[in-house]
């Protein structure tokens, strides 16, 4: 059974702090690795993608992977009161047989 | 450039009745996927084409019936619809690893 876990929260964050997100995932032949922001009534947008182990950044974004100790992370820079929503950890072995989703944490920006 | 259209976005049912779900996209991706979000489950994988001629199951295909009609539509069918069908379903599309684009959801009553 493949498993994603995150902390459903909310996770609150003072605006122009950093939002720091956590997710764990079960296979461990997992390959690719993303996170998808979710606005309520919305359908989710995929934000960042990270295939091998290390930091990737892009702008405000940055996405962290440890495929040792299983373990994906999503950094928030500067947060905005327009990253409140619900974010969606997800995985994959690689191939077209879908993403397996985690609960979602969500995210709340105070002014 | 529409990306991922689905119809209807709502639809009410009673308990027996039959309905398709249509999805299409412009994208020119090989695969497609029908997902369903229940509040507290998270997104979850009900069926998905990997490339066109072919479909498997997902997670949750039980009910369910769907159709790759040609490379850009992908139908979910529900044969008798169920109270526990009631819930927000997602088409998506995908070229490659994994990386899923949204339509806009349909929102499902069964009564």
């Known amino acids: 059974q493949k498993e994603v876990e995150q902390n459903s929260g909310p996770l609150s964050v003072p605006e122009g702090a950093i939002a720091s997100l956590n997710c764990t995932y079960s296979d461990r032949v997992s390959q690719s690795f993303f996170w998808y922001r979710q606005y309520s009534g919305k359908s989710p947008e995929l934000i960042m993608s990270i295939y091998s182990n290390g930091d990737k950044e892009d702008g405000r974004f940055t996405a962290q992977l440890n495929k040792a100790s299983q373990y994906v992370s999503l950094l928030i820079r500067d947060s905005q009161p327009s990253d409140s929503a619900t974010y969606l950890c997800a995985v994959s072995r690689g191939g077209a047989d879908g993403l397996t989703f985690g609960k979602g944490t969500h995210l709340i920006i105070q002014p | 450039n529409a990306g991922v259209t689905q119809t209807p976005k709502f639809q009410v049912l009673k308990t027996g009745q039959s309905m398709t779900l249509q999805c299409a996209q412009d994208?020119?991706?090989?695969?497609m996927y029908w997902y369903r979000q229940d509040p507290g489950m998270g997104l979850r994988l009900i069926y998905y084409s990997a490339s066109e001629g072919t479909t498997d199951k997902g997670e949750v295909p039980n009910g369910y019936n769907v159709s790759r009609l040609n490379k850009r539509e992908f139908s979910l069918r529900l044969e008798s619809a169920a109270p526990s069908q009631t819930s927000v379903y997602f088409c998506?599309?995908?070229?490659?690893?994994?990386?899923?684009?949204f339509g806009e959801g349909s929102r499902l009553t069964v009564l």
């Open positions: 994208m020119n991706h090989n695969s």
């Open positions: 998506a599309s995908s070229l490659t690893r994994g990386e899923l684009f």
